[in-house]
């Protein structure tokens, strides 16, 4: 089976082509550098940057793979969550050509690719977070996956933060998620009010790397309450009075690196104590974390000492997988038509507010 698929949820345009369990191609096209002037992602800018370059995305993936369109048995693209006019493009896209080569089309959930993304490539069972370089042979999917389930999932990124068990394969259950401010968007928000350029995340991990991460105090948002679910919007806003009340600390590198480590430790404790909890009381061997806010170096090392201390499995997606792609999305969508999941109809629409049930 040859699939092509597309991914503009928010504000990367990808194109990813996968055969039989493998990535053929997977290109991406950012558009970081045209949001930071903004501060955050304009989504009719979005829009306008998918409308351009999904064409040439899609024609260098295909090309990277050695496959023409006629080869396609079956077409997929992001249905949902994401920015509703970014989302159309590559949609309606995706269902043009299905339409076109007479072809199978599937519109897949964004949050359940980044499900089964751990599972792609060929790392090691354990706590180690050494990752396979890059370009490492074709990576194929679930080489061990029946060994480890069920499992618990922490998806984590700028607009979500989740905790999914996993049952079996295409089966899950969320246990929690975000009642307001997600983790990644927590990052973001905080390295606004430092002045850190956007996005902030990558900066905050490498300026803590730098500080102490007990030099100030910030509250773990829910940390103790007897649920999955997450918040930190209240942090956030202890940084924005942290900040009014002592504003010279920002002309103080040191104390800036330090600022940005505890604030990190935070966020990540939060991260990591209810992903083991969660595991520990569902009775599962194994955690996997996957999302944006998953390329943090600390947040990786964290979760290794603790799925070690507990003797938990983990998984971790590589980062390239970690961040919007198209090859999550056609892995999942291969699944599925293996499974005999039901095509929806190719006249389907967007679904931007989509929940993963």
């Known amino acids: 089976m040859t699939l092509l698929a597309l991914e503009t949820s928010c504000d990367e345009t990808g194109a990813a082509v996968v055969r039989d369990g493998k990535i053929l191609a997977n290109v991406i096209a950012s558009q970081i550098k045209l949001h930071a002037e903004y501060g955050g992602v304009v989504p009719e800018l979005a829009a306008r940057e998918h409308l351009k370059n ?9 090309r990277e793979a050695g496959v023409v369109p006629a080869q396609l048995d079956a077409v997929a693209a992001t249905q949902g969550p994401g920015l509703g006019i970014a989302l159309l493009i590559g949609f309606k896209a995706a269902q043009a050509m299905a339409y076109a080569l007479n072809k199978p089309f599937l ?8 499900l089964y ?17 890059e370009g490492q042979g074709k990576p194929s999917l679930f080489a061990d996956f029946a060994e480890f389930q069920p499992n618990v999932s922490l998806i984590v990124s700028g607009g979500h933060t989740l905790l999914v068990l996993v049952t079996s394969e295409l089966h899950h259950r969320v246990l929690g998620g975000t009642i307001d401010d997600a983790a990644g968007e927590c990052f973001d928000k905080t390295g606004k009010l430092i002045g850190l350029p956007y996005p902030a995340g990558p900066v905050i991990d490498r300026l803590a790397a730098q500080g102490n991460p007990t030099a100030f105090d910030f509250p ?11 918040s930190f919007s209240g942090l956030k806003t202890s940084v924005r009075y942290f900040i009014r009340d002592h504003p010279a600390l920002l002309d103080d590198r040191q104390k ?17 104590k209810k992903t083991i909890r969660a595991a520990r009381r569902e009775g599962v061997r194994c955690v996997t974390a996957s999302g944006g806010v998953t390329c943090n170096r600390a947040l990786r090392l964290e979760l290794a000492r603790a799925c070690a201390a507990h003797d938990l499995t983990l998984r971790l997606a590589k980062p390239a997988l970690c961040t919007d792609n198209a090859a999550m999305i056609g892995i999942l969508a291969e699944r599925k038509l293996l499974a005999g999941a039901p095509l929806p109809a190719l006249d389907a629409e967007i679904n931007p507010g989509w929940s993963l049930a």
């Open 256 to 272: 800036v690196c330090d600022l940005c480590a505890s604030v990190q430790a935070a966020i990540i404790e939060v991260l990591v």
């Open 107 to 114: 519109g897949l959930h964004h949050h359940e690719a980044h």
């Open 54 to 62: 999904l064409l040439p995305v899609a024609r260098a993936a295909l």
């Open 220 to 230: 773990r948002p829910l940390l103790h309450e007897p649920n999955d679910d997450f």
């Open 117 to 133: 993304s751990p599972w792609i490539g060929g790392l090691a069972p354990g706590p180690s977070i050494s990752l396979p370089a």
